[in-house]
């Protein structure tokens, strides 16, 4: 189980529970009394409470594996080999693998992150945040809380400029807001977007070449642009299908019509069979396909 989508990591706890039953279940037989079963152990090798401990133990241990493998996902943001130093706008999943990766940019953002967060929370959903290094230090609370609800966490440029950079004021970008980043939360990722898309500034250039997956996107929301909230939904549901990464934004200026709109959304994604996912989650599935073919 390499990623886990809230369904795998029930799956995944499914399977600590029935390995905890069945070492319940021979710890009973050990112990219970039942003639047989002494017949074929000897069951004063081992009493209850050793076996009892060992389970505890095997359970502490799995879940503080499971634990530390989402802990990691959160704090080491990091994508598959084959697309770190690329520029990626989407991936190729199967027909029926219908996952899908929101996005929000431009954040952290007053009122409207936290409508954002509040609702992704309601509907047991994540998805990844391209922040931008000045709001991050402006917002410090909104940033931590995104990191808290288990959302994924990118780098989006210091002040989110569109001019050519060179190599060094493109290290600038990334790196100061690499550290606003990791000093108010511990993260550290390898996810950028340029911001505008553009993808001949410097940056994209200066990303690639120090390992940091560019992530563009397959449809955009509209949502910067003077569109109504049932545009930006009729966008965003266009854009729905196995491996899309959709745009949207929590910053940057009044994002009220993208918050307001997203529950309907994702109740309306859910209805079509999609599941969510982080970016990072989303090439997991493309690389294991790739790995399977
Ligand atoms: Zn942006």
Redesign the pocket.
Same mark, same amino acid.
């Given at each position: 189980m390499a990623y886990l989508t809230s369904k795998n990591r029930s799956f995944g706890l499914a399977v600590v529970g029935a390995a905890l039953l069945g070492t319940g279940f021979l710890a009973w037989q050990f112990t219970g009394g039942r003639t047989s079963v002494s017949q074929w152990f000897n069951p004063n090798a081992i009493s209850r409470k050793t076996l009892t401990t060992e389970a505890e133990a095997a359970f502490a241990h799995t879940a503080g594996l499971i634990a530390e493998a989402e802990r990691q996902k959160l704090y080491n943001v990091t994508v598959p080999p084959q697309f770190l130093g690329k520029t990626i706008k989407d991936v190729k999943l199967k027909p029926d693998q219908k996952y899908i990766a929101l996005t929000f940019?431009?954040g952290p953002w007053p009122k409207v992150t936290n409508n954002i967060l509040y609702t992704l929370k309601a509907h047991d959903v994540r998805a990844t945040f391209?922040v931008?290094g000045l709001h991050a230090q402006a917002y410090p609370e909104q940033l931590k809380q995104i990191v808290a609800e288990g959302h994924i966490l990118a780098n %989006? #440029?210091w002040n %989110?400029r569109y001019h050519n950079f060179s190599t060094q004021q493109a290290a600038v970008q990334f790196k100061k807001t690499a550290d606003v980043i990791y000093k108010h939360t511990g993260v550290k990722t390898s996810l950028f977007?340029p911001?505008?898309g553009h993808l001949r500034n410097g940056l994209v250039k200066y990303a690639n070449a120090n390992k940091y997956s560019s992530i563009m996107w397959s449809q955009d929301s509209g949502d #910067?642009t003077n569109i109504s909230s049932s545009s930006i939904l009729a966008n965003i549901l266009a854009g729905a299908k196995p491996g899309a990464i959709i745009l949207m %934004?929590d910053g940057?200026g009044d994002r009220l019509k993208t918050a307001s709109m997203l529950p309907q959304a994702i109740k309306e994604l859910k209805k079509r069979g999609y599941q969510f996912v982080t970016v990072p989650e989303l090439f997991e599935l493309a690389a294991q396909n790739s790995s399977q073919s």
């Open positions: 940019d431009d391209f931008v %989006h #440029t %989110h977007r911001p505008g #910067t %934004h940057g």
